[in-house]
């Protein structure tokens, strides 16, 4: 492939990229899949759609990558900085501390390449480019258990969080609904609890899918949430469960249906849990293991009458004091295995329960939670429902109510890019608590039949600030209107990689910039 310069100055690349040194596996890969990129995108921004062929000044001949260390561990302290350096003619250089500040730039300098007629080129050189993300954690909820997702579904998922330079797939893999992943410690939670034989992942399938990941530099984190969200659990345990499927009164006992929750008053239940942790701490490396604790039910237990039992033969105990010790015990015992906490910010809010300081809240209800855990001194990701719920929009859905949903209305990209994590909170020890925010794709209403207009671009539009921050390096505050070209630009260049991403508006608007905006 020949890349060819531009206007004023610009420069060309070769079909092959040079990798200087040791780049590792997880480098070599990725120069590879983005010279495929490069090779075989011919992409022009829709502003440009007139531009017709430019002169060019320059020819590039090829990228050298280097990164100071092969170490691919991957976590919160992964450095991701790079530095991009495009000459007008020579060789572009991109300079990493680890191979995913290389994954980074890479994906920068694809974004750089745009079609010159039978050729390609790269305007604007010479161009100098330091960047590093204000968040290390820029993440995507990715709920399997209410509708299954098969792996082609998930990679493609996997690859377009990486044009977006987000590192963290939060694996909400099992719920109330089904139990779709492998147990070797519990095998019938799978076999009782999938919705099909057909429609589980195995052992093998969670490692592939944490390699895909990896190789693009994102983390798994997965969700094992207890003790509520568990009426699936029953199936197989049905001894270990309080309020199973109370129908038709299900809302007096559960946040959706069906209710059930892990019965707290009964000692098997923290045992059961462990076990659960030993097995899935061992299979997803991550540093970081979230263990759920939203929405619990109080009722659920109140009106049980093994805990009515418990309570009547222990004077001085309640539900209350129940969960605590049941929380305690079980974040105890996650610590045992090394890992960090990771937990729905009901856990500390909605309880008397204090999760020690090295436990991350994800704070989800309001932005006064973010600056209620940062004030304790907790570090938080924030899924504020109200601007980062991008399932919701789309009415009820349970079979007998026309109405809204409970998250309603729909949160346009504007909506999303406008929130601020920060917002409000001016203390630097406490800002350096917020380690960044996440997307939620609840999936009560979504398959992978729709999941990608139902992310893109609007994920894009959380990565921009979770990456950058809210204002550039003036101090400015961007604002939609001057974004709105770079993210329609962003979105046609998904559509061309194979990601369904929706249209923001009508193409007339993306090829004229501000002619669309109120005046």
Known sequence: MKLSAIIGLVAAIPSAMAVTGNGGQIVNSAVNRYRDIINKESFVAPVDYKRGVLKTSGSLQGLVVSVESTDDTLG??????????????????????????????????????TGNGNSKAILNTPIHIDDAPVYPHRGLLFDTARNFYSLDSIKRTL?????????????????????????KTFPELQKNGAYSAAQTYSYNDVKQIIQYAKERGIRVIPEFDVPGHTYIVGLSKPE??????????????????????????????????????????????????????????????????????????????????????????????????GKQAYTWEETLFHSS???????????????????????????????????????????????????????????????????????????????????????????????????DPRLWPRAAAMAETAWSGKADASGHVRTTAEVASRLHEQRFRMVGRGINAEPMQPLWCARNPGACNLP
């Open 76 to 113: 919160l302290d992964t450095d991701e900085s790079y530095i991009l350096d495009v000459p007008v003619d020579g060789k572009a250089t991109l300079k990493a501390k680890s191979p995913y500040g290389a994954l980074r730039g890479l994906e920068t300098f694809s974004q750089l390449v």
């Open 159 to 183: 690859d377009a969080m990486s044009y977006n330079k987000m590192n963290v797939f939060h694996w909400h893999i099992v719920d109330a609904q089904s139990w779709p992943v492998e147990s």
């Open 240 to 337: 270990l469960m309080s309020c199973m499927n109370k129908q038709p009164n299900w809302d007096h006992f559960a946040a959706e249906p069906p209710s059930g929750q892990l019965n707290i008053a009964k000692p098997e239940t923290i045992d059961f849990t462990n076990k659960l942790i030993d097995e899935y701490t061992k299979l997803f490396p991550d540093e970081v293991f979230h263990v759920g604790g939203d929405e619990v039910n109080r009722n659920c237990w109140a009106e049980d009458p093994d805990v009515q039992k418990y309570l009547a033969d222990h004077p001085g105990e309640d539900v209350e004091s129940l969960l605590v010790n049941w929380y305690s015990k079980v974040h105890d015992h996650l610590e045992t295995t």
């Open 353 to 451: 329960y204090v999760p020690n300081n090295k436990t991350i809240l994800q704070v989800w209800i309001d932005q006064a939670s973010v600056q209620k855990a940062v004030s304790q001194g907790y570090r938080i990701v924030s899924s504020s429902y109200d601007s980062m719920y991008l399932d919701c929009g789309h009415g009820a859905w349970l079979s007998n109510w026309d109405g809204n949903s409970w998250c309603d209305p729909f949160k346009t990209w504007m909506h999303v890019y406008n929130y601020d994590v920060a917002a409000n909170i001016t203390d630097p020890k406490q800002k350096k608590l917020i380690l960044g925010t996440e997307v939620a794709a609840w999936s009560e209403q979504i398959d992978e039949t729709v999941i």
